[in-house]
């Protein structure tokens, strides 16, 4: 087993050891069977006028690679991949078996270019094979720590190869290689029935939106619909011409300077060996860490820049006119810092380009760039070559001219492929339907032009009209169409009430009148200390543009967040207890969603809120494609704190996390103190309810306790008074000190009189939790619930409701028996934990059976009316219920269709 600190130090998060480890085999064992071909081919093309065979041989191969590549598309349309991917290697154990023969029989020039056309195809089946599998079972944000990693395996495999290459000095020793080759390339077709067995290998796409940007007709039967396998292609044609290229230059030198053929091959051999190796270390040490500094714009650009210095270089040193021993130096190093950079920097981040689109794109796109455009720069590049080896004095630097264009060429192309990535992930997150698809536009917002109020319309009556249920919605309609006329009393609302409900109210109108004015109060509201104000104004602002003078402050905004979360997991870190564990859990998810609602103040709105919808999202490709935009448009310190709130990773990484990018916490506070001490202007009231149950005041920190003691939330006042209780139990006289300090604080304010002959809210919380309808749901969520939950108790026979009744109540069982008739005939019998009634939630519809009582039975009923009300505050409460009431939907169905006998 590979020790945990190799896994950390490469980026390998548990649940992925072996499946890295198992590509990085595969790939090793492909690795040793294509370097051993190509030695062999390498031998026999350099032992007779390299100048002219080179470039026969890469057009030859170039050829063969194209048709390959077209044969193997037809079949990645009409074959399962894990078929494809098992035949592909069949067919390559029986390609080695050909070259065999032809090592054997022909030592002519033809069968030398045979050989090295045999070793490209070869090469190119396993590159579609491992990277066709590699993108399907990997998205794009483990493409980005992995690929370099999995693609390092065939590293060391042909740097065993270029040794092997050095000890050759006879044609019968290249049949030894390649029998070694043959049993590589059937352990490789043993691990890949071994990756497939652990994974489902699918490439089927799921829906998704047409792209805005369609290209021409003919251009989409070779890309598709997507400019940047455009772009892609264009650009590997530039970057596989100059890598040929700078390959033959380095062959051809090596051979005028060393003629003797066991010397040449030795040289070659070394220099290979040494570049393999450099290339697997600096893959599995410097790669992922060079793309998370860079980020995938300047990485892209890295090799065609390093590239093109290397050529200014040369005509230096031409001109100055230096020997034959420094030109080859030149030609190794310059060979050697391309083959690096291109195995270690540009692979894998051109193969990170195609993850955001759909599995059959991706596939595609890759085969293409590798099965045609890529073969399609080696024949240009061959063909180049051969046309300058009948000129000697072209020869020797007009390449290096057309190298330089290409690479200009490539630079060009890559700088806009960045803009095509990020419109593929924008893509790729993107909904299917929406409004620019057809659906109709909303009504648009009428301002205090279009309807003038009227004499019987006044603001102050409105704004009360907006606490009674009754006239809240026309009144919130008068308001909107008032438009300016109100908003300096909307702004005072906002800027002095007490009432959280009505903020929330005034916030939504607010957001409904697009004028600046407007957004100023929203973004006032923002800015107060109060979270909770912060997350309603964030969620009005949503319907304004972001506005470049305010950036300043929402950026500070963020920063405040991100110090609130790193507070909180040294809380999580410090803090073993199950509950308060729980809520700080859920406070952290509310920190990420207003961190989402500032960056939609800060970038454009679209491509966050596609975002925020992608890390929630159920599957993994998505939310890694949310990630991955995120990383390419924010800050990198912001973007890697909000990574490290929604990974899975250990408590202890992500406050390595929050430390490293927002320093350590200069006085940090306990979380239990500082939480009862920030009280409901930044937790919600089951967070304080939890931490007032562990909290141990001083005489210091005593005075804390008033706000809660005066809490609007009956489930805080239970545990600030179970607070006080607990302190004259167990410190007597500092809570004497205390009552004589505050003498406003009565007897009767104090007593638990009001809360014991009731259930508590605490435990209301906790048979909501222990029904099934909530489960799922945060205990931080269902305490808004207790406000709205009446305690009604039944005699034994007692009817609860009768069938044919208009339902407009949930009813939850806390003691006793209920059982469900229809006539004399028992349906059902529930108990504590159970749920009945439940679909009068959300359609009032009459009652399908009757409800009476078996004995004496307390129970909870939640109105529909009352609901709603919380449901417009909670849309978790929504989203729970409906998820729960199709899981039953679903089950019933299955009854139904159940085969007769088989129940």
Partial sequence: MIPTTWHRSLGIRPDEGKTVWLFFLHNFLLGIGTILVYVSANVILLENNPERNLPLAYGVAALAMMVVGRVYTYYEHHLLLQKLAVRVLLAVVALTG????????????????????????????????????????????????????????????????????????????????????????????????????????????????ERRQAMAAQLQRWFGNSRMVLSVCLSMTAIAAVTTGVEFAFFVNVKHKFHDQATVMQYVGSVLAVTYLLAMLFKLLLSGQLLDRLGVRWTLVTLPVVVLSGIFVFYGLWLTGVGESALLLY?????????????????????????????????????????????????????LLFGLHRFPQLSQWAPFGWMGLLMVGALYLLHHTYGHYLTELQHSLSRRFSAEDGEPEPDQLLTDAEAAPTEADTVPDLLAALRDKATRAPAADRLIRLGA?????????????????????????????????????????????????????????????????????????????????????????????????????????????????????????????????????????????????LDNIIPRSVYQGLQALLDMMPISEKIATFDALFGSIVRPVAVVPGIVQRGEAAFSDWTISVALRQWHPTAGTLPALLPHLASASLLIRESALAVLAALARQQPGLHRQFLADYPTLTASAMSHSATTAHISAAERVNALKNTALF???????????????????????????????????????????????????????????????????????????????????????????????????RGEVLRNILRVLCQRLRRQNEKIHQPIGTA
């Avoid at 290459?165 to 071994?194: E, S």
């Avoid at 993850?355 to 596939?363: A, N």
Wanted: charged content about 20%.
């Fill in 775 to 873: 489960a799922e749901t945060p205990e931080n969520v269902l305490s808004s619930i207790v406000p709205i939950m009446k305690e009604v108790s039944f005699v034994d026979g007692q009817l609860i409701f009768a069938k044919g009744e208009l339902g407009t109540s949930l009813f939850i069982p806390y003691e006793g028996e209920v059982g469900i008739f229809n006539g004399p005939q028992r349906l059902a019998t529930f108990r504590k934990g159970d749920f009945f009634g439940e679909l009068a939630l959300l359609d009032a519809e009459p009652r399908s059976a009757s409800a009476i009582a078996q004995g004496h039975v307390v129970a909870f009923r939640l109105d529909q009316e009352d609901f709603y009300d919380v449901m417009e505050e």
């Fill in 331 to 383: 030609f190794c190093g310059l060979y050697l810092v391309m083959e690096v950079l291109r195995r270690g920097v540009f692979d894998p981040v051109f193969l990170v380009l195609f993850q955001p689109l759909s599995p059959p794109e991706r596939l595609q796109a890759h085969t293409l760039a590798k099965g045609f455009f890529e073969p399609l720069g080696m024949a240009l590049a061959g063909l």
């Fill in 98 to 209: 050909v070259l065999g023969v032809l090592v054997v029989v022909g030592h002519s020039v033809a069968a030398a270019v045979a050989i090295m056309a045999g070793y490209r195809v070869i090469y190119l089946l396993t590159n579609l094979e491992f990277w066709g599998v590699s993108a399907v079972v990997f998205d794009v944000r483990q493409g980005r720590r992995l690929f370099s990693i999995i693609s390092s395996g065939d590293m060391p495999a042909k740097a065993l190869g270029a040794v092997l290459a050095i000890l050759i000095h006879a044609h019968t020793d290249l049949l030894y290689l390649l029998l070694t080759a043959f049993g590589a390339y059937l352990g490789a077709l043993y691990t890949l029935r071994t990756t497939l067995r652990s994974h489902v290998i699918d490439a089927r796409a799921a829906p998704r939106r």
């Fill in 485 to 629: 006329a109100a908003l300096p009393a909307l702004r005072e609302v906002l800027a002095t009430t007490s009432d959280e409900a009505l903020v929330r109210r005034v916030a939504h109108i607010c957001g409904r009148i697009p004028l600046p004015a407007s957004r100023e109060a929203l973004v006032a509201l923002a800015r107060q200390p109060n979270l909770f104000r912060r997350e309603v104004a964030l969620r009005a602002l949503r319907s304004f543009a972001p506005v470049a003078a305010d950036a300043a402050g929402f950026q500070a905004l963020v920063q405040e967040e991100m110090r609130l979360a790193q507070h909180l997991l040294h809380g999580l870190d410090a803090n073993p207890d199950e509950d308060l564990a729980s809520a700080l859990q859920y406070e952290l998810t509310k920190v990420e969603q207003r961190v989402f609602g500032l960056l939609l103040q800060l970038y454009p709105p679209h491509i966050i809120a596609d975002a925020q919808r992608g890390v929630a999202h159920a599957t993994r490709e998505r939310q890694a494609n949310a990630l991955e935009i």
